[in-house]
């Protein structure tokens, strides 16, 4: 299922990409001593370029231990880029974007009173 989800992801990042912005997807792992497990957090980053330094760096945007939350997150920025109104099917994710919205390129669906 993961790797359907990454497909996913980097198909949405693609679509992005075509309209001008460039991120990065990235991934981290820490070790869990409550789970006794490596946890992984998925990373999407802004890349800019830095003319000080003539190079390239990159500010991270949005994070989760989610495949799930990262599609929805990349669905939204390209739904805000593209000036489309944000889904509202899932309720889980709903409460997410309120904390988070935000962070999209476009302040999308919000009400202008």
């Known amino acids: 299922m993961a ?5 996913i992801i980097y198909k949405l990042r693609q679509a992005i990409e075509s309209k001008g912005y460039t991120l990065l ?5 820490f ?4 789970k006794q497990r490596p946890i992984a ?8 370029y830095n003319p000080k330094t003539d ?3 990159s500010k991270e945007i949005f994070a989760s231990p989610s495949h ?14 593209e000036g489309k109104e944000l889904p509202t099917d899932n309720e ?4 997410v974007r309120a904390k988070i919205q935000h962070l999209l390129p476009i302040y999308a669906n919000e009400d202008s009173e």
């Open 3 to 7: 790797y359907q989800q990454t497909k």
């Open 25 to 29: 997807f990235t991934s981290t792992e």
């Open 31 to 34: 070790y869990s001593k409550e």
């Open 41 to 48: 957090i998925y990373h999407i980053k802004e890349s800019y």
């Open 55 to 57: 190079k390239y760096d």
């Open 68 to 81: 799930i939350q990262i599609v929805f997150f990349l669905r939204d920025y390209l739904f805000a880029i």
């Open 92 to 95: 889980m994710w709903n409460v």
